[in-house]
């Protein structure tokens, strides 16, 4: 055990060759800063980038562990490879000319080999690079610290954030994500600060590598995280009961196990690729097969969470991976299982697991220590810099105006109720995908035509794509069928249908909504904005989507959002306490 004086700061590192992420906490536990990889490099998910970026990490440290004695540096993974990995590298498939050759049994999954073996091989590579530039900052800036490295299992990392940053003192927990070090599940047991292993998947199959796999007959891109847009195209299909029958034959549901039908599963999988859609075709062309697709991942994480409550002897479940990432399964849990309590981190993929890797670590060190059960903050990231705010005003050439003490609010609130279209920039940025109201865009839910305007001018995606609902927690259940808060949009819900003509920019073509719950001591400053918003227009709703356009991820920098800003429809931008506007408009 450490000694309690020791200015220790844990360093936690997502090294997935995909998603990286870096966190610190300090010696008493407080998570300091956590953030994707992506914001800085303004790259969309930081594909092959290391989490400990050689020009950030030096900014990072000084900033916030200038005191330090010792680091502990944790990852995300084992340091020890799965034996099928080392014996690909062995044989060289995960070489380029490997991986082009195809070579290697087909495993029994939804993806191809050349596939597999990329991943693979990029998880290799990056497991490599592990702290490489972290070493080299900390030997020049802290040259008296001492260092610690800790590796730990992936999947336990992602059920660390899961329960340690969940309001529960105890539950059961679900990790379902593509794969980790030995298959692509697990299940815990949380209680008393310890997580206790239940069960743990092996082999290739994977509901993970099933979703990458629906994204791709639907003509989508899931290297580029185009998961989302299957969601979106569902709600637009129905069952079509031949391909439900088809993917109901590729497996069953043994306890907490999926089990391939060995004999009949490519089978399966060669009729689903001839309702692929073709390049030729709209989106909209494979809509049954999106809705199907969805409908069978959903029975399925609904029957295995269905069998983990049977084990576990707690009736609340905090779930982790990849696959905590569909929020129209989220929305069903609580419904079709006999869990009464639901709790989703705000980054519940692979970024989240350097926060989770950290706190594992802090945990080990500190084992008489209880985390006190409370909502995690998703507000971890980086700050906007004042000077490059006063840069932007001083030489952008556009009308601002300096609004303190609560104007900008107020200001923003009356060109929101004018059908305005903002970019919404304040405080630290959102740890995990979505933004929750402080690199967001906002506007009206009340104009018809507004989530279409969106798609057009400001974000350039298709057309299908819903917007999310940001809601004041005390009208939910006024707007919601069977209303749950969901602090992170982390949960679809179905709107109430005497409420749909209120908001229709928000409500998708189902009827539901990925909704935002907002409480005012999560967001003050958001939620003063929504509540002026509802004093002038009897809505207590807004339209809220990440501060980004298609295919980059959330702006970082003032640069970033001023990018975004002149180069697309949107009407005004609050960064802080300024009000920029396009020449012309009327504030």
């Not at 844990?10 to 966190?23: E, F, R």
């Not at 994707?36 to 930081?46: D, F, G, I, P």
């Not at 490879?81 to 087909?106: D, F, Q, T, V």
């Not at 979703?211 to 847009?229: H, N, Q, S, V």
């Amino acid at each position: 055990m450490k000694k309690h004086d020791t200015r220790t700061y844990y360093v936690g590192l997502c090294a997935t060759y995909h998603d990286p992420a870096l966190s610190i906490l300090n010696h008493a536990g407080e998570i300091l800063f956590a953030e994707a990889t992506e914001r800085h490099l303004q790259y969309k998910r930081a594909l092959n980038c290391e989490p400990d970026n050689l020009y950030l990490i030096p900014k990072l440290l000084s900033e916030h562990c200038g005191d330090a004695d010792e680091f502990v540096i944790a990852c995300n993974w084992r340091r020890s490879r799965p034996i099928y990995e080392r014996l690909a590298k062995m044989l060289g498939w995960l070489s380029p000319r490997g991986i082009l050759n195809g070579k290697g049994r087909r495993l029994t999954t939804w993806l191809e080999m050349y596939q597999i073996h990329h991943m693979l091989a990029c998880q290799h590579h990056a497991m490599r690079r592990i702290g490489l530039n972290l070493a080299r900052t900390l030997g020049r800036d802290f040259p008296g610290a001492s260092v610690r490295f800790r590796h730990y299992d992936h999947h336990l990392t992602h059920a660390a954030l899961a329960c340690y940053g969940s309001p529960f003192d105890e539950a059961a927990c679900a990790v379902i994500d593509s794969y980790g070090e030995e298959g692509s599940m697990a299940f815990f047991a949380y209680r008393n600060g310890r997580l206790k292993p239940l069960f743990e998947a092996r082999g290739p199959l994977s509901l993970g590598f099933y979703y990458m796999k629906l994204t791709e007959l639907c003509g989508f891109d899931w290297i580029g995280g185009e998961e989302w847009k299957v969601m979106g195209l569902a709600s637009y299909g129905r069952i079509d009961e031949e391909v439900l029958s088809w993917l109901r034959g590729t497996m069953r549901i043994e306890g907490l196990r999926l089990a391939p039908d060995y004999e009949r599963f490519f089978e399966y999988l060669n009729r689903l690729i001839t309702r692929r859609r073709l390049k030729n075709q709209a989106p909209e062309a494979v809509a049954d097969l999106a809705h199907t697709g969805q409908h069978f991942f959903t029975e399925t994480v609904n029957r295995l969470i269905a069998n983990l409550h049977e084990l576990a002897s707690s009736d609340n479940l905090a779930f982790g991976g990849g696959c905590a990432l569909n929020s129209v399964c989220n929305g069903q849990l609580l419904a079709h299982t006999p869990f009464q309590s639901l709790y989703v981190p705000p980054a519940p993929a692979d970024d989240g697991t350097a926060l989770g890797a950290a706190l594992l670590a802090f945990h080990d060190d500190h084992p008489e220590s209880r985390t006190e059960p409370r909502r995690l903050s998703p507000y971890l990231g980086s700050r906007i810099k004042r000077d490059a705010i006063e840069r932007l005003a001083q030489y952008a050439q556009l009308p601002v105006r300096h609004l303190p003490d609560g104007a900008v609010i107020t200001a923003a609130a009356d060109l929101l109720a004018q059908g305005k279209i903002l970019g919404w920039v304040q405080g630290r940025a959102e740890f995990g995908p979505r933004a929750l109201g402080n690199r967001s865009i906002l506007a009206d839910p009340r104009s018809r035509d507004m989530g279409e305007r969106i798609n057009r001018d400001v974000k350039f995606r298709e057309r299908f794509r819903p917007y999310a609902p940001v809601v004041l927690h005390e009208h939910g259940p006024d707007f919601f069928e069977n209303y749950q808060e969901s602090p992170y949009m982390d949960r679809t819900l179905r709107f109430r249908p005497t409420v749909l003509d209120r908001v229709p920019a928000v409500v998708h073509v189902d009827g539901t909504g990925r909704l935002q719950t907002l409480k005012q001591d999560w967001n003050p400053r958001f939620h003063a904005l929504l509540g002026e918003f509802h004093l002038r227009t009897g809505v207590p709703v807004l339209l809220n989507t990440s501060f980004n356009v298609m295919g980059k991820p959330i702006v970082h920098s003032v640069e970033d959002a001023a990018s975004v800003f002149l180069a697309s429809g949107l009407d005004a931008l609050v960064i802080d306490d300024h009000l920029f506007t396009k020449p012309g408009l009327q504030p």
